[in-house]
């Protein structure tokens, strides 16, 4: 498991228990000090040590960050040139924030997880785009001028396999706990018995489709009905989402350097 993804599990961790845990891995720490810094940020004064930029940014966006500057690291899409950087992570951060939104609501001993799992559920194509470019760039194509929800359907056309699955086989590469690993795998299609971590991250990736799309939450998800979670604090997320989503693309073009 990439040492961050396990250091920042624990949601009682404060600013200087997350910035220790970070600092062991500079790379990253230097990432989270240029976010600090930017203009995404825009602190009053330069932010010099790494448990400022924590205090500036926040536990949410730190930790979000952290992981997904860990995560990527082993990858580079750049083979695939269909594959567009800021949809993807712009993607996996609202994914990101949609389920610890939602988990806040209904299980809340599973913060870090929902968050994790959200952050990773699209993982899957990031791997494929470096691992089967042709292939990965074909079934991107295809799901552009096709109904929303078609990439990972294309994906399996194209590749032999969606990034649903490819992001569990990641998942599974990493010892990541079980739970996560069937968040990811069934994001699309819950197993009838799935736990309340599973069925969250699959309504947050379906909600934050919605919102990339730019239409209006319509319609009760059942899966959070079922979870004890209205229509109305349904509506309260997504209206969260909405009112984000501007700037987490800006967030994921600052964080890996996108233009």
Not at 10 to 20: E, G, K, M, V
Not at 142 to 148: E, F, L, V
Not at 183 to 198: G, V
Request: net charge negative.
């Amino acid at each position: 498991m990439p040492y961050l993804l396990q250091a920042l599990q624990d949601d009682n961790l404060d600013y200087r228990q997350i910035a220790a845990a970070i600092e062991k891995v500079p790379s990253v720490a230097a990432r989270l000090l240029a976010l600090a810094n930017s203009a995404w940020s825009s602190p009053a004064s330069p932010i010099m040590s790494l448990d400022a930029a924590c205090s500036r940014l926040g536990l949410r966006v730190v930790r979000t960050a952290s992981i997904a500057l860990a995560v990527s690291q082993p990858f580079n899409p750049a083979r695939c040139p269909q594959f567009e950087g800021t949809t993807f992570w712009s993607s996996a951060l609202l994914n990101a924030e949609a389920a610890s939104s939602l988990a806040e609501h209904v299980i809340r001993d599973q913060l870090s997880a929902a968050r994790t799992a959200g952050l990773l559920s699209n993982l899957g194509l990031v791997w494929l785009a470096e691992s089967l470019p042709s292939q990965t760039g074909s079934a991107i194509e295809i799901a552009t001028r096709a109904q929303p929800g078609a990439l990972n359907v294309a994906l399996v056309d194209r590749c032999g396999i969606g990034y649903d699955e490819a992001g569990a086989l990641l998942a599974a590469a990493w010892n990541l706990p079980a739970d996560l690993r069937d968040a990811i795998a069934h994001q699309f299609r819950p197993l009838e018995d799935a736990k309340p971590l599973a069925q969250v991250v699959s309504a947050a990736t379906r909600m934050v489709g919605v919102v990339r799309r730019d239409l209006a939450w319509e319609t009760a998800d059942e899966q959070l009905i079922e979870l004890g979670l209205p229509m109305p604090q349904q509506q309260q997320v997504f209206e969260r989402l909405t009112t984000s989503k501007a700037r987490t693309t800006e967030l994921a073009e600052t964080l890996f350097g996108i233009h």
